[in-house]
């Protein structure tokens, strides 16, 4: 599969995955876009990094102001209730506090358990946040032509 030439996000969409992440620093927050082609619905996760690396520190050595993780089974959930109501994965989110809007390697990692991402038709959105001042939305999408996520453009509708 080829990466889309760009996402749509409705400014509504852009503002509400920005509060998301202004409200939820200096942790990093989490969450889903789900579409049904018409109308973009923004579905807050929970970041569970804390949790987990509290009850593990040497599987998950670093914590939610530098990392996240979603609960596997609230994420399974909601993607089943949107798909009976007609609507599909558009992307994830999740914020980079104090840190500058990009696709780690360790983001990269989560995506792609088994070395393919697990969902090759969602995008992967990242917002870079400072003292609750957001700085950038960057968008990336996987590409099968260079088994990696590339960049790509966000078009505000």
Not at 5 to 13: G, N, P, R, V
Not at 54 to 75: K, W
Not at 131 to 139: N, S
């Amino acid at each position: 599969m080829s990466a889309p030439k760009d996402i749509l996000l409705s400014q509504a969409t852009l503002n509400e995955i920005s509060r998301h992440s202004q409200e939820a620093f200096p942790e990093e927050c989490c969450g889903i876009i789900v579409s049904n082609g018409e109308q973009d619905h923004v579905l807050r996760l929970k970041n569970m990094q804390n949790a987990r690396h509290a009850q593990d520190p040497d599987a998950f050595p670093r914590n939610a102001t530098i990392a996240y993780s979603m609960d596997e089974l609230e994420l399974e959930s909601r993607i089943v209730e949107t798909q009976k109501i007609g609507f599909r994965l558009k992307a994830f989110y999740h914020s980079h506090p104090k840190h500058e809007a990009y696709f780690s390697a360790e983001d990269r990692a989560g995506a792609t358990p088994f070395g393919e991402p697990t969902y090759p038709e969602a995008a992967q959105i990242v917002v870079s946040v400072f003292d609750t001042v957001i700085k950038d939305i960057k968008a990336f999408a996987w590409s099968d032509d260079r088994n990696d996520f590339v960049d790509l453009p966000i078009r505000k509708i």
